[in-house]
């Protein structure tokens, strides 16, 4: 069974940066793609930023400029580098993974932009 660990979910404050993990059970290149959504309050999910190995990469437009997606493959590992958070950008943020077909989540983290 696939895991999925996020992790680096905070409180911070308007026009800060985080940054978020997304931890592998096995190695990432047994993905075709992976990436990072969101669920606001009272909201569905939404997409962020997603990339395949192939290499293209892909953003949300409330994101772009801001969020960079990153991965280290030898830690099995994707990164979502966040800069000049806004109050909008709070949500529970969610590592997705697809395996040619089977889908994997993993299991949230907080980001909370407030002053």
């Known amino acids: 069974q696939v895991q999925l660990v996020e992790s680096?979910?905070?409180?911070?404050q308007p026009g800060g940066s985080l940054r978020l993990s997304c931890a592998a059970s096995r190695s990432i290149f047994?993905?075709?793609?992976?990436g990072w959504y969101r669920q606001p309050p009272?909201?569905?999910?939404?997409?962020?930023a997603s990339f395949y190995?192939?290499?293209t990469t892909r953003y949300a437009d409330s994101v772009k400029g801001r969020?960079?997606?990153s991965r280290d493959d030898a830690k099995n590992t994707v990164y979502l580098q966040m800069n000049s958070l806004q109050?909008?950008?709070t949500a529970v943020y969610y590592c997705n993974a697809n395996a040619w077909g089977p889908e994997y989540w993993g299991q949230g983290t907080q980001v909370t932009v407030s002053s």
């Open 8 to 12: 680096g979910g905070a409180l911070v």
């Open 30 to 34: 047994r993905f075709n793609a992976m």
């Open 42 to 48: 009272g909201k569905e999910r939404e997409l962020v």
């Open 53 to 55: 190995m192939t290499g």
């Open 67 to 69: 969020f960079t997606v």
């Open 87 to 89: 109050p909008e950008d």
